[in-house]
């Protein structure tokens, strides 16, 4: 909301806040202040601003309050004029093109001087020919032979509004020789206004904070008004159908008012507040609006009784019909469906209740009578509506959040009060009311005790009273209790044990938060309990950092055709359930992701010609919706990728080698040992994503628990993918972590020398290397501290489908120096057993 | 006594022959061809101690004495010789081996965390040692837990705050913040008092644009007991904010409104990109908003399992990716998901 300081004013006494400090109070309390665009008044002096700070000042020697006396034709323009201008010092004839002095040209000296803002030489200014605001400097320059150095305002040279068809005429009242800023310079401070405060969406009540929070005096706008005219019993009739859609419903009316302008300070105010000036009358209800918080409505009260056939008018507030519309102001036709709450005549639906009202019972030129509607809605149901139709607008916004019956009443009365202030006319005696469903403002009785105990203060019942009652909350104290009853503006406040953390909000904020003392807890420190798969994850991030591997986040959502490619062509199973998205943001991210492969592959193909070594993984969710149940299984996957160089390229030349699948095998080692889980077993495996032959499950004990090998070439094929294979791995994430040891068994660092020797054996092609290791430890025994493939050899003299494999051995014993002959009998016993169980030979 | 003479003069003559070789000797290698020709078996001086058999047996303890002194002179000779050489290619090999020092090292290769990792990190270490254990609650959740245990019953107008993703099955989204982990960490622990942080991501319906995502990190607190106060909260919430902006940090509570805490407020730090004189990234305010945070709202409480009679906490939540774009001044917030690996690596 826009808030001008000079509006601000009328209510609260802020003369000696400087505008810094009034932003800073205002946001504190709640009404946060992003910007404040000058108009006119200075920037505050100082280098330090908390506030970022727009717009345009206005110095007291260039822009000055003058009267043009006389307007006089240009010799050789019939475009341009010029003025005989009084600037309360000197006499100047000032040239002009505005079209809205055309009509006083040649008329010789006018009766009644016309007032205007005037700009001398050197006045920096916005360029009224310019689009957007774009800053000039008067200078002095001939224009079509006469001397031209300064200049009569637009809206738009002062930075008022985008208006620039004419210069600004001023009220009458507006002192010659004033300057400017003095006479209207102000200050826009545009605030956030939060969700529970919509009380604060109005003037009134962001002067109520004000004065709360400073405990300067809140006046009220006068609304006594004289009501002379006829009375307005029997000249409507006013029907309410739900009054828990519609509480209350107040008609006003004002015959004979002149449709003209209003006075141009209320026109610039209505600008500097982001509302369009209309008229007086369409004025009087924005103005109001924004003045005290309720939206209000003009009917054309002639058109309301021509509708009804010259009788009496009806009023009807109802639920729409199936398949009725209306035209709203907007000049949409909209479909209403019976949900939606509106305002009706005899005829037919007159407005959307609470949002916009219809194009045929506007107020026109030609209009003389004005109905007034103050009205108020049940929320939720203008919130359906506004949702529904998608129609935005000042009255929806705020009725949306809910304003208090006992405003419709105030709004009525102060709205005729202002059109009949700016456009004449009589108000009729008497107010149309209903109130079938009144408010019930809550009584709630809260405890010193309980404040103090609730936020850490000490303050006094007496200091508590003085803070709500600032906030209009009448206050009755009885000992440590306080009972308050909420104030008939406030629909926000509880019954009960709400109420009361209501009200401790309104303590604390208004007294200030930053006068609360901040202490530590005090609680005792509850039971300490660890969650040993998070501990686990932890540890299993940082091992895979010490592996050299960098760590992705990654988004969640994605497209099933897009994790389809993880698959061969002919293999693109994309008839999975998906947990769809109802309002996507896009296509390509309309489903939660089932597969963290995908994810993995995707960032493999954005990343793989930005640099050619990649060595990645991800720890994050996939979502597997389950029939018969409401919410997807969320299961913690890792992946792991690892394309491209085995080490990054140096200056020195080395050809550096591309990774394989034991570079693989190698980091999920690593990560098995580094979790210090045992019993890990690879077993050849085949999976649609991968090479048949470059593959394999990882089995913990029986259990499966994921897949890694070289990406299938027919699924590479699917990606833009740098040359090199691309290997990946995936395991689910709880049988790992739960397999992973905190506590795990150190063995004794031998105090005996081991004994190193190689062994090769000659096998047949089949046999693979963890069976000869596997009997190679069975007949090592104890005293086989370590077995290590160091070499595999395959070769001619080793005849057809055979190879050697050729193994470091550690003999040790804990307790004892080795012998040879002890050594040698262990490694023939190994030797036969090879030979037994694989029939292999030793190499010589 | 001629014998003798001609003896003594032979080894003298051997003497300075050899040293006279010796000094020609300018390589270390050639010293082992000097050593055979001078000390070796053959050697002139090695001749001497062989022919001693023939000499006369008077003279032989004097010869012998005389050779030994000649082979213990070339001998220390050598030795001096080697030392000098030594040290005169040690010399050169310094004065020659110079490597350009500017030249890259060899590339090791390391693992990173990812940026948003690292600071959750942080932060989870700064609240662990305060007693604060870390949980984690689904990222897809139903209406109820999002909003409406929340205090925000359907079509309430603080729902607006939150554009949410839903899904197509009933009444299931996505979270839109962490705050539902309250509510599960609450109906687990409930009456034991808690001291729990929730990291997790959150999903919001917005364009993606270099200033807004639609996926981002955030970090719940929640302390409930008995008698937990507003001062607890301010003081807590300063204790980790200094911890992980500095001790300097200047910090201020201003009011808020968040519908599940009442009352609400929002923590903001002096701006660390300006010092507080005002930039872009402060929008020119000096201050940048942290975390929002409040007294748990007894509606929530109670959704919670415990009555709000008896207890009261505070929750705060704060984002990760913001906070972490604006102190590393990160130009686009979509970097974080993006995964490009030139932006990772500089972490
Ligand atoms: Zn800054």
Same mark, same amino acid.
């Not at chain 1, 709203?328 to 916009?356: H, K, Y």
């Not at chain 2, 008077?58 to 050489?85: F, H, I, T, W």
């Not at chain 2, 709000?308 to 998901?337: K, N």
């Given at each position: 909301?826009?808030?001008?300081?000079?509006?601000?004013?009328?209510?609260?006494?802020?003369?000696?806040?400087?505008?810094?400090?009034?932003?800073?109070?205002?946001?504190?309390?709640?009404?946060?202040?992003?910007?404040?665009?000058?108009?006119?008044?200075?920037?505050?002096?100082?280098?330090?601003?908390?506030?970022?700070?727009?717009?345009?000042?206005?110095?007291?020697?260039?822009?000055?309050?003058?009267?043009?006396?006389?307007?006089?034709?240009?010799?050789?323009?019939?475009?341009?004029?010029?003025?005989?201008?009084?600037?309360?010092?000197?006499?100047?004839?000032?040239?002009?093109?505005?079209?809205?002095?055309?009509?006083?040209?040649?008329?010789?000296?006018? @009766? &009644?001087? *016309?007032?205007?803002?005037?700009?001398? !030489? =050197?006045?920096? /200014?916005? %360029?009224?020919?310019? $689009?957007?605001?774009?800053?000039?400097?008067?200078?002095?320059?001939?224009?079509?032979?006469?001397?031209?150095?300064?200049?009569?305002?637009? @809206? &738009?040279? *002062?930075?008022?509004?985008?208006?620039? !068809? =004419?210069?600004? /005429?001023? %009220?009458?009242?507006? $002192?010659?020789?004033?300057?400017?800023?003095?006479?209207?310079?102000?200050?826009?401070?545009?605030?956030?206004?939060?969700?529970?405060?919509?009380?604060?969406?109005?003037?009134?009540?962001?002067?109520? !904070?004000?004065?709360?929070?400073?405990?300067?005096?809140?006046?009220?706008?006068?609304?006594?008004?004289?009501?002379?005219?006829?009375?307005?019993?029997?000249?409507?009739?006013?029907?309410?159908?739900?009054?828990?859609?519609?509480?209350?419903?107040?008609?006003?009316?004002?015959?004979?008012?002149?449709?003209?302008?209003?006075?141009?300070?209320?026109?610039?105010?209505?600008?500097?507040?982001?509302?369009?000036?209309?008229?007086?009358?369409?004025?009087?209800?924005?103005?109001?609006?924004?003045?005290?918080?309720?939206?209000?409505?003009?009917?054309?009260?002639?058109?309301?009784?021509?509708?009804?056939?010259?009788?009496?008018?009806?009023?009807?507030?109802?639920?729409?019909?199936?398949?009725?519309?209306?035209?709203?102001?907007?000049?949409?036709?909209?479909?209403?469906?019976?949900?939606?709450?509106?305002?009706?005549?005899?005829?037919?639906?007159?407005?959307?209740?609470?949002?916009?009202?219809?194009?045929?019972?506007?107020?026109?030129?030609?209009?003389?009578?004005?109905?007034?509607?103050?009205?108020?809605?049940?929320?939720?149901?203008?919130?359906?509506?506004?949702?529904?139709?998608?129609?935005?607008?000042?009255?929806?916004?705020?009725?949306?959040?809910?304003?208090?019956?006992?405003?419709?009443?105030?709004?009525?009365?102060?709205?005729?009060?202002?059109?009949?202030?700016?456009?004449?006319?009589?108000?009729?005696?008497?107010?149309?009311?209903?109130?079938?469903?009144?408010?019930?403002?809550?009584?709630?009785?809260?405890?010193?005790?309980?404040?103090?105990?609730?936020?850490?203060?000490?303050?006094?019942?007496?200091?508590?009273?003085?803070?709500?009652?600032?906030?209009?909350?009448?206050?009755?104290?009885?000992?440590?209790?306080?009972?308050?009853?909420?104030?008939?503006?406030?629909?926000?406040?509880?019954?009960?044990?709400?109420?009361?953390?209501?009200?401790?909000?309104?303590?604390?904020?208004?007294?200030?938060?930053?006068?609360?003392?901040?202490?530590?807890?005090?609680?005792?420190?509850?039971?300490?309990?660890?969650?040993?798969?998070?501990?686990?994850?932890?540890?299993?991030?940082?091992?895979?950092?010490?592996?050299?591997?960098?760590?992705?986040?990654?988004?969640?959502?994605?497209?099933?055709?897009?994790?389809?490619?993880?698959?061969?062509?002919?293999?693109?199973?994309?008839?999975?359930?998906?947990?769809?998205?109802?309002?996507?943001?896009?296509?390509?991210?309309?489903?939660?992701?089932?597969?963290?492969?995908?994810?993995?592959?995707?960032?493999?193909?954005?990343?793989?010609?930005?640099?050619?070594?990649?060595?990645?993984?991800?720890?994050?969710?996939?979502?597997?919706?389950?029939?018969?149940?409401?919410?997807?299984?969320?299961?913690?996957?890792?992946?792991?990728?690892?394309?491209?160089?085995?080490?990054?390229?140096?200056?020195?030349?080395?050809?550096?080698?591309?990774?394989?699948?034991?570079?693989?095998?190698?980091?999920?080692?690593?990560?098995?040992?580094?979790?210090?889980?045992?019993?890990?077993?690879?077993?050849?495996?085949?999976?649609?994503?991968?090479?048949?032959?470059?593959?394999?499950?990882?089995?913990?004990?029986?259990?499966?628990?994921?897949?890694?090998?070289?990406?299938?070439?027919?699924?590479?094929?699917?990606?833009?993918?740098?040359?090199?294979?691309?290997?990946?791995?995936?395991?689910?994430?709880?049988?790992?972590?739960?397999?992973?040891?905190?506590?795990?068994?150190?063995?004794?660092?031998?105090?005996?020398?081991?004994?190193?020797?190689?062994?090769?054996?000659?096998?047949?092609?089949?046999?693979?290397?963890?069976?000869?290791?596997?009997?190679?430890?069975?007949?090592?025994?104890?005293?086989?501290?370590?077995?290590?493939?160091?070499?595999?050899?395959?070769?001619?003299?080793?005849?057809?489908?055979?190879?050697?494999?050729?193994?470091?051995?550690?003999?040790?014993?804990?307790?004892?120096?080795?012998?040879?002959?002890?050594?040698?009998?262990?490694?023939?016993?190994?030797?036969?057993?090879?030979?037994?169980?694989?029939?292999?030979?030793?190499?010589? | 006594?001629?014998?003798?003479?001609?003896?003594?003069?032979?080894?003298?003559?051997?003497?300075?022959?050899?040293?006279?070789?010796?000094?020609?000797?300018?390589?270390?290698?050639?010293?082992?061809?000097?050593?055979?020709?001078?000390?070796?078996?053959?050697?002139?001086?090695?001749?001497?101690?062989?022919?001693?058999?023939?000499?006369?047996?008077?003279?032989?303890?004097?010869?012998?004495?005389?050779?030994?002194?000649?082979?213990?002179?070339?001998?220390?000779?050598?030795?001096?010789?080697?030392?000098?050489?030594?040290?005169?290619?040690?010399?050169?090999?310094?004065?020659?081996?110079?490597?350009?020092?500017?030249?890259?090292?060899?590339?090791?290769?390391?693992?990173?965390?990812?940026?948003?990792?690292?600071?959750?990190?942080?932060?989870?270490?700064?609240?662990?040692?305060?007693?604060?254990?870390?949980?984690?609650?689904?990222?897809?959740?139903?209406?109820?837990?999002?909003?409406?245990?929340?205090?925000?019953?359907?079509?309430?107008?603080?729902?607006?705050?939150?554009?949410?993703?839903?899904?197509?099955?009933?009444?299931?989204?996505?979270?839109?913040?962490?705050?539902?982990?309250?509510?599960?960490?609450?109906?687990?622990?409930?009456?034991?008092?808690?001291?729990?942080?929730?990291?997790?991501?959150?999903?919001?319906?917005?364009?993606?644009?270099?200033?807004?995502?639609?996926?981002?990190?955030?970090?719940?607190?929640?302390?409930?007991?008995?008698?937990?106060?507003?001062?607890?909260?301010?003081?807590?919430?300063?204790?980790?904010?200094?911890?992980?902006?500095?001790?300097?940090?200047?910090?201020?509570?201003?009011?808020?409104?968040?519908?599940?805490?009442?009352?609400?407020?929002?923590?903001?730090?002096?701006?660390?990109?300006?010092?507080?004189?005002?930039?872009?990234?402060?929008?020119?305010?000096?201050?940048?908003?942290?975390?929002?945070?409040?007294?748990?709202?007894?509606?929530?409480?109670?959704?919670?399992?415990?009555?709000?009679?008896?207890?009261?906490?505070?929750?705060?939540?704060?984002?990760?990716?913001?906070?972490?774009?604006?102190?590393?001044?990160?130009?686009?917030?979509?970097?974080?998901?993006?995964?490009?690996?030139?932006?990772?690596?500089?972490?």
């Amino acid at each position: 909301m826009n808030v001008p300081l000079t509006w601000i004013k009328d209510y609260v006494d802020i003369e000696d806040l400087g505008l810094e400090e009034l932003a800073k109070v205002m946001t504190m309390v709640g009404l946060e202040v992003d910007e404040i665009h000058l108009v006119g008044m200075p920037k505050p002096a100082g280098e330090k601003h908390e506030f970022k700070y727009t717009g345009l000042s206005w110095p007291k020697d260039k822009f000055i309050v003058a009267q043009v006396d006389e307007v006089m034709p240009h010799p050789n323009a019939d475009r341009l004029v010029l003025c005989r201008l009084n600037d309360g010092d000197e006499e100047i004839i000032v040239l002009t093109g505005a079209p809205n002095l055309y009509d006083y040209r040649g008329k010789g000296p006018l @009766e &009644k001087p *016309l007032k205007v803002a005037y700009a001398r !030489e =050197g006045a920096v /200014l916005y %360029d009224g020919h310019e $689009p957007g605001r774009k800053l000039t400097t008067l200078k002095r320059m001939k224009i079509r032979g006469v001397d031209s150095f300064s200049m009569i305002c637009s @809206e &738009k040279e *002062l930075g008022i509004s985008d208006e620039h !068809e =004419g210069v600004i /005429l001023l %009220d009458d009242d507006a $002192p010659t020789g004033t300057p400017l800023v003095d006479y209207m310079g102000d200050a826009v401070l545009s605030v956030d206004t939060l969700p529970n405060m919509v009380r604060d969406a109005c003037m009134l009540g962001v002067a109520r !904070e004000i004065s709360a929070a400073t405990g300067k005096p809140l006046s009220y706008p006068d609304d006594q008004i004289q009501m002379t005219g006829k009375s307005l019993a029997g000249r409507i009739d006013l029907k309410i159908q739900d009054p828990e859609l519609n509480p209350r419903f107040v008609l006003g009316m004002i015959e004979g008012i002149a449709i003209q302008p209003s006075p141009y300070w209320i026109r610039r105010r209505l600008n500097l507040a982001g509302m369009r000036p209309i008229n007086c009358v369409v004025d009087a209800t924005n103005y109001v609006m924004l003045e005290l918080g309720q939206p209000l409505h003009a009917f054309d009260y002639d058109s309301l009784v021509a509708r009804a056939g010259g009788e009496t008018p009806t009023i009807i507030t109802r639920t729409a019909k199936q398949g009725e519309t209306l035209v709203t102001l907007d000049d949409i036709e909209r479909t209403l469906d019976p949900e939606m709450e509106l305002v009706t005549d005899t005829a037919g639906p007159l407005s959307i209740a609470g949002v916009m009202g219809g194009e045929e019972s506007e107020v026109g030129g030609s209009s003389e009578n004005i109905l007034l509607e103050g009205a108020s809605w049940n929320f939720i149901n203008v919130r359906k509506t506004v949702s529904k139709l998608k129609l935005n607008s000042e009255a929806g916004y705020r009725f949306s959040r809910g304003i208090h019956p006992a405003m419709s009443e105030k709004g009525v009365r102060l709205c005729l009060k202002r059109m009949q202030e700016w456009g004449g006319g009589v108000i009729a005696e008497g107010l149309v009311d209903k109130y079938p469903n009144p408010q019930v403002d809550p009584v709630v009785a809260l405890s010193a005790s309980w404040v103090n105990d609730s936020l850490g203060t000490a303050l006094k019942p007496g200091e508590i009273a003085e803070i709500l009652s600032r906030l209009e909350f009448e206050c009755d104290i009885d000992g440590d209790v306080i009972t308050t009853k909420t104030p008939s503006h406030r629909v926000d406040i509880h019954d009960g044990i709400i109420g009361r953390a209501d009200l401790l909000e309104e303590v604390s904020r208004i007294y200030g938060y930053d006068r609360i003392p901040a202490r530590r807890l005090n609680q005792p420190l509850p039971p300490q309990k660890v969650d040993q798969l998070m501990l686990m994850e932890d540890k299993l991030r940082e091992l895979l950092v010490d592996l050299g591997l960098q760590e992705l986040v990654a988004y969640r959502m994605t497209a099933p055709e897009r994790e389809a490619r993880r698959f061969p062509p002919d293999d693109m199973a994309t008839e999975v359930a998906y947990l769809e998205i109802q309002n996507p943001i896009t296509v390509e991210r309309r489903v939660m992701r089932r597969s963290i492969l995908a994810t993995l592959l995707e960032i493999i193909e954005y990343n793989c010609s930005l640099s050619n070594r990649l060595v990645l993984f991800e720890i994050g969710p996939v979502f597997h919706p389950i029939t018969g149940k409401q919410l997807p299984e969320e299961k913690m996957m890792l992946s792991i990728g690892l394309t491209g160089l085995r080490e990054m390229p140096s200056w020195q030349g080395d050809q550096p080698t591309t990774m394989d699948f034991y570079d693989m095998k190698g980091v999920i080692e690593g990560m098995m040992s580094g979790l210090h889980i045992d019993e890990v077993q690879y077993r050849a495996a085949t999976h649609p994503s991968f090479h048949p032959g470059k593959s394999a499950e990882v089995l913990i004990g029986d259990d499966i628990v994921g897949v890694m090998g070289e990406l299938h070439p027919l699924v590479k094929a699917n990606y833009e993918m740098a040359e090199p294979p691309v290997y990946a791995a995936e395991f689910e994430l709880e049988p790992l972590l739960k397999a992973g040891r905190i506590l795990f068994d150190v063995e004794a660092v031998p105090t005996y020398p081991p004994v190193l020797e190689d062994l090769a054996v000659v096998v047949d092609e089949d046999i693979t290397a963890d069976r000869v290791e596997e009997v190679i430890k069975k007949g090592g025994g104890e005293t086989l501290a370590k077995v290590q493939l160091f070499d595999i050899y395959r070769g001619k003299q080793l005849g057809e489908s055979k190879k050697s494999l050729a193994f470091n051995l550690t003999y040790i014993a804990p307790d004892r120096t080795l012998t040879d002959k002890e050594v040698l009998k262990v490694r023939n016993k190994i030797i036969r057993l090879l030979n037994e169980e694989l029939d292999a030979e030793l190499r010589s | 006594m001629a014998e003798k003479e001609q003896a003594i003069e032979k080894l003298e003559q051997i003497k300075s022959t050899a040293l006279a070789a010796l000094v020609e000797v300018s390589r270390e290698e050639d010293l082992e061809a000097w050593r055979v020709a001078h000390l070796g078996r053959s050697s002139a001086v090695m001749g001497v101690f062989s022919s001693m058999g023939k000499m006369d047996k008077d003279l032989r303890p004097l010869m012998g004495k005389a050779a030994n002194e000649v082979r213990q002179a070339l001998e220390s000779a050598l030795e001096e010789k080697q030392g000098v050489l030594a040290e005169q290619a040690l010399k050169k090999a310094l004065a020659t081996e110079q490597l350009d020092v500017t030249l890259p090292g060899r590339p090791v290769t390391r693992g990173r965390l990812h940026p948003l990792t690292q600071v959750l990190g942080r932060i989870t270490r700064i609240f662990g040692d305060m007693g604060f254990q870390v949980y984690r609650s689904p990222e897809v959740e139903t209406d109820d837990y999002n909003f409406t245990y929340l205090n925000m019953p359907p079509y309430h107008p603080a729902r607006d705050m939150w554009d949410t993703f839903y899904t197509k099955t009933d009444g299931v989204l996505l979270r839109t913040h962490t705050s539902p982990g309250q509510i599960h960490v609450m109906r687990e622990h409930a009456p034991e008092p808690i001291r729990a942080i929730l990291p997790g991501a959150t999903m919001r319906y917005e364009q993606l644009s270099a200033r807004s995502e639609i996926e981002f990190a955030q970090v719940e607190v929640l302390v409930v007991g008995e008698k937990v106060t507003f001062a607890e909260m301010k003081g807590t919430l300063e204790d980790f904010a200094k911890r992980l902006f500095g001790e300097d940090a200047r910090l201020r509570l201003r009011a808020s409104h968040f519908p599940f805490t009442e009352p609400s407020a929002e923590m903001d730090v002096g701006c660390f990109v300006c010092g507080g004189t005002g930039c872009p990234v402060c929008k020119e305010t000096g201050w940048l908003e942290i975390l929002g945070c409040g007294m748990v709202h007894p509606v929530v409480l109670e959704y919670g399992g415990y009555d709000p009679e008896v207890y009261s906490g505070f929750a705060a939540g704060m984002g990760i990716d913001r906070s972490t774009l604006m102190r590393y001044r990160i130009d686009d917030i979509r970097h974080f998901r993006n995964n490009d690996i030139r932006f990772l690596k500089q972490f």
